[in-house]
């Protein structure tokens, strides 16, 4: 460390200053480093992106097949009741629907298994990511904190920037798995799957997808953030990368 890093530290060790910053410049600044470290910051949101395309794709499966179903109760019962004529395609789709109900649900557990896995590769990825981001800036938090900021307004810039990447990637990647699905089942079954529950299906599965994408964020970020913030500001400035 050089004379002059350790006399700063001192000298603001021994005045007490400590910044503290409001809660908007501190968003301020966690943008501004986003924008700084732009391809850093695309590589740490492209994990809970495909992320979250690939857990909102196998939950809108899940929704289609109960909008599916429920299409053929109400035609089943219509068929019985001596309401509704069965068309060629309306008997494959009530043969198919009994023919197989436990491979279906076997293959829903199977898909629901692999979003977790993939949530969870996904949230390992973004902390080895957001690690990599810490050791690029040693010099940079080592100089924050000999102006006097405290641990906590480190562990709060990178929360308010990691935050900030999850919730944008998880509604780009939620749009993406979510296009991809109903595009899909638009070709194969036509428009009668987007009737009955699906768009308050597709809400509630967009606030869920938002929820687990920036909580993911969040956790993956703790072990960085608490990295960072425990950094002693000589050592931070003595690093050379």
């Known amino acids: 460390?050089?004379?002059?890093?350790?006399?700063?530290?001192?000298?603001?060790?021994?005045?007490?200053?400590?910044?503290?910053?409001p809660f908007g410049k501190a968003v301020q600044i966690a943008v501004k480093s986003i924008k700084i470290r732009f391809w850093r910051s695309i590589i740490t949101a492209?994990?809970?992106?495909?992320?979250?395309?690939?857990?909102?794709?196998?939950r809108m499966s899940a929704v289609f097949t109960d909008v599916q179903n429920r299409i053929i109760a109400e035609k089943r019962a219509a068929i019985v009741a001596g309401t509704l004529r069965p068309t060629p395609e309306d008997v494959r789709?009530?043969?198919?629907?009994?023919?197989?109900?436990?491979?279906?649900?076997?293959a829903r557990n199977r898909l629901q298994w692999l979003s977790i896995m993939a949530l969870i590769v996904c949230t390992v990825g973004i902390t080895n990511a957001m690690l990599m981001s810490v050791t690029e800036r040693y010099k940079e938090?080592?100089?924050?904190?000999?102006?006097?900021?405290l641990d906590s307004l480190i562990v709060k810039l990178f929360f308010i920037e990691s935050c900030f990447l999850g919730f944008v990637a998880s509604v780009i990647g939620f749009a993406l798995g979510w296009l991809s699905i109903s595009l899909l089942r638009l070709i194969t079954d036509g428009l009668a799957v987007f009737g009955q529950n699906f768009w308050p299906s597709t809400a509630e599965l967009f606030g869920l997808s938002v929820l687990v994408g920036v909580l993911l964020t969040f956790v993956a970020t703790i072990l960085p953030a608490v990295r960072a913030a425990q950094m002693p500001p000589a050592a931070a400035l003595r690093v050379e990368i």
């Open 46 to 58: 492209a994990g809970i992106f495909l992320g979250i395309a690939f857990f909102t794709s196998v």
């Open 141 to 149: 938090i080592g100089t924050m904190k000999c102006l006097g900021a």
């Open 1 to 21: 460390m050089s004379v002059g890093g350790a006399t700063a530290v001192r000298s603001a060790r021994s005045h007490g200053r400590q910044i503290q910053l």
């Open 93 to 106: 789709l009530i043969n198919s629907a009994d023919s197989n109900p436990r491979e279906q649900e076997a």
